[in-house]
C-alpha cells in the first residue's frame, strides 16, 4: 500500500521568509501524482501545487514551488516570501490510477508577524 | 461555478439517531469522493463513486454507513446508527476521472453527543 509521511508536525516562518515543508512516499508506482493541499482554519482543503511524476521539472506556482527528488521518494514544498495568510495546516497527498488521494499526516504552518 | 457544495455545514446529534451529509459536486465532473477527517486518524477515503457508480468502499467503517449517488449531481452520506465516535469533519470532493486532484466542498463537522 502506498504512504505518505510528513515528518516535521509543525513548522513556523517569519514573515517574508521562505519555508520548505517536508514529504516522503513510497510506492512500487512509476506514474503517479502528488499534491500539496492547504488547509486554513475555515477547514477548506485547497490545491496548491500538483507535480507529474513523469515530469522532471519541478512544478511552481507564483510563490509555492516543489523540490521532487523521485529516486529518493521525496516531495518537498517551498513557499518564498510567506505571508499571514499562509498560515494553514499543509498535507502532501499521492495518487496513481489504481487508488484515490492518500494524505499525509500534515504540518501546521504558523507565519510570525 | 460555486464548487462543491455540502449541507449541513455542521450538524449536533443525538447518539442512535439518523445523519445524512449531501453533496452537490461540480457540474461535469465524473467522479466524487467522500472523506472523513479525525486528529487520531488524519483524512481517510470512505467511498468513491465513477459516473454514479460506486468503485471502491473498503474505507466505509461498518454496516451504520451507506452512500448514494443517484443522479451526476448529488450525493448522500448517511449514518445509521450513530454514534460518538463518528465525530468527525466530512469532506466531499468532485474530479475527472480521467484527470488527478480534486476540488473539495467545505466538509460538514458531525458531532454526535
Known amino acids: 500500500a502506498q504512504t505518505v509521511t510528513q515528518s516535521q508536525p509543525e513548522m513556523s516562518v517569519q514573515e517574508a521568509e521562505t519555508v520548505t515543508l517536508s514529504c516522503t512516499y513510497d510506492?512500487?508506482?512509476?506514474?503517479?501524482?502528488l499534491f500539496w493541499y492547504k488547509q486554513p482554519p475555515s477547514r477548506q482543503m485547497i490545491l496548491v501545487i500538483r507535480?507529474?511524476?513523469?515530469?522532471?521539472q519541478n512544478a511552481t506556482e507564483n510563490r509555492f514551488s516543489v523540490n521532487f527528488q523521485k529516486a529518493a521518494k521525496s516531495f518537498s514544498l517551498k513557499i518564498s516570501d510567506s505571508q499571514l495568510g499562509d498560515a494553514a495546516m499543509y498535507f502532501c497527498?499521492?495518487?496513481?490510477?489504481?487508488?484515490?488521494?492518500?494524505f499525509g499526516e500534515g504540518t501546521q504552518l504558523t507565519v510570525n508577524p | 461555478d460555486a464548487g462543491v457544495i455540502q449541507s449541513p455545514r455542521h450538524e449536533v446529534t443525538e447518539m442512535g439517531q439518523e445523519v445524512t451529509l449531501r453533496c452537490k459536486p461540480i457540474?461535469?465532473?465524473?467522479?466524487l469522493f467522500w472523506y472523513r477527517q479525525t486528529m487520531m486518524r488524519g483524512l481517510e477515503l470512505l467511498i468513491y463513486?465513477?459516473?454514479?457508480?460506486?468503485?471502491?468502499d473498503s474505507g466505509m467503517p461498518e454496516d451504520r454507513f451507506s452512500a448514494k449517488m443517484p443522479n451526476a449531481s448529488f450525493s448522500t452520506l448517511k449514518i445509521q446508527p450513530s454514534e460518538p465516535r463518528d465525530s468527525a469533519v466530512y469532506f466531499c470532493?468532485?474530479?475527472?476521472?480521467?484527470?488527478?486532484?480534486?476540488?473539495f466542498g467545505s466538509g460538514t463537522r458531525l458531532t454526535v453527543v
Open positions: 470532493a468532485s474530479g475527472d476521472w480521467e484527470d488527478y486532484g480534486y476540488t
Open positions: 510506492t512500487s508506482e512509476s506514474d503517479y501524482y
Open positions: 507535480q507529474e511524476a513523469y515530469k522532471q
Open positions: 497527498a499521492y495518487e496513481t490510477s489504481g487508488s484515490r488521494l492518500t
Open positions: 457540474s461535469g465532473h465524473n467522479s
Open positions: 463513486f465513477n459516473n454514479n457508480v460506486p468503485i471502491d
